[in-house]
């Protein structure tokens, strides 16, 4: 079975991006967020609520997988919890497209009995991989997921996330960890279909109030 077969036609990515967009987009201009970096922000993106949906997740794993199915990759993963349901999903797109790829998770701190190993799955050391990431702020979090995977001995061919946040992230993974980053989509997506939809509700707000100003014979 492949999922090429199924409604995902050229427009995925503009799909999944409405999706981001609907499930996980907020703006505050007055209040803003505080994010996992200490920064402020009047824009937050929680990925999760469109990854661990079942719309979401078919979208991410099927766009993940295009991007990554002419990779010489044996495998996906990152750093729990963000990491997680992005290398499910493409696990499992991969598998039903003739490319298995198989998990790995790299744990947030060691596990404290048995192996007490950094990574968990089924990869040896001298695979090659790509590491994924749901929102990338300063990368700090990606690159240490690059660094564990090296640690254990997977070669690591690039890192993927679903957003870039475009606050030095991606500076930093390449600089810091020597490896090529790529995201699907940017803040700046999230902001021109903002600015898109802001615009069509001050144009129906404005076509309201002329319409309530006519006159009545």
């Given at each position: 079975?492949?999922?090429?077969?199924?409604?995902?036609?050229?427009?995925?990515k503009k799909s999944l991006l409405?999706?981001?967009?609907?499930?996980?987009?907020?703006?505050?201009?007055?209040?803003?967020?505080?994010?996992?970096?200490?920064?402020?922000?009047?824009?937050?993106?929680?990925?999760?609520?469109?990854?661990?949906?079942a719309e979401g997740m078919e979208?991410?794993?099927?766009?993940?997988?295009?991007?990554?199915?002419?990779?010489?990759?044996?495998?996906?993963?990152?750093?729990?919890?963000?990491?997680?349901?992005?290398?499910?999903?493409?696990?499992?797109?991969?598998?039903?497209?003739?490319?298995?790829?198989?998990v790995f998770i790299v744990r947030?701190?060691?596990?404290?009995?048995?192996?007490?190993?950094?990574?968990?799955?089924?990869?040896?050391?001298?695979?090659?991989?790509?590491?994924?990431?749901?929102?990338?702020?300063?990368?700090?979090?990606?690159?240490?997921?690059?660094?564990?995977?090296?640690?254990?001995?997977?070669?690591?061919?690039?890192?993927?996330?679903?957003?870039?946040?475009?606050?030095?992230?991606?500076?930093?993974?390449?600089?810091?960890?020597?490896?090529?980053?790529?995201?699907?989509?940017?803040?700046?997506?999230?902001?021109?279909?903002?600015?898109?939809?802001?615009?069509?509700?001050?144009?129906?707000?404005?076509?309201?109030?002329?319409?309530?100003?006519?006159?009545?014979?």
């Open positions: 079975m492949s999922l090429d077969y199924q409604v995902m036609d050229q427009d995925y409405e999706t981001l967009y609907t499930r996980s987009f907020i703006f505050d201009a007055e209040k803003g967020f505080t994010l996992s970096s200490g920064q402020k922000s009047d824009v937050y993106i929680d990925a999760k609520k469109t990854v661990l949906s979208g991410v794993g099927f766009a993940f997988f295009q991007e990554l199915k002419l990779e010489p990759i044996d495998g996906i993963g990152g750093m729990t919890l963000g990491a997680d349901p992005i290398a499910y999903a493409t696990a499992l797109v991969s598998t039903m497209n003739g490319k298995p790829l198989d947030k701190e060691p596990k404290k009995h048995g192996t007490e190993r950094w990574i968990e799955g089924n990869l040896k050391p001298g695979a090659w991989v790509c590491v994924v990431e749901d929102v990338v702020t300063t990368g700090a979090s990606a690159i240490v997921a690059v660094q564990k995977a090296r640690e254990f001995g997977y070669q690591v061919r690039r890192v993927l996330a679903l957003v870039d946040r475009e606050e030095g992230g991606k500076e930093n993974i390449q600089n810091q960890a020597k490896v090529k980053f790529d995201a699907l989509f940017t803040k700046t997506d999230f902001l021109e279909l903002y600015r898109k939809e802001q615009k069509i509700k001050e144009a129906a707000a404005k076509k309201a109030a002329q319409q309530q100003q006519k006159p009545v014979f």
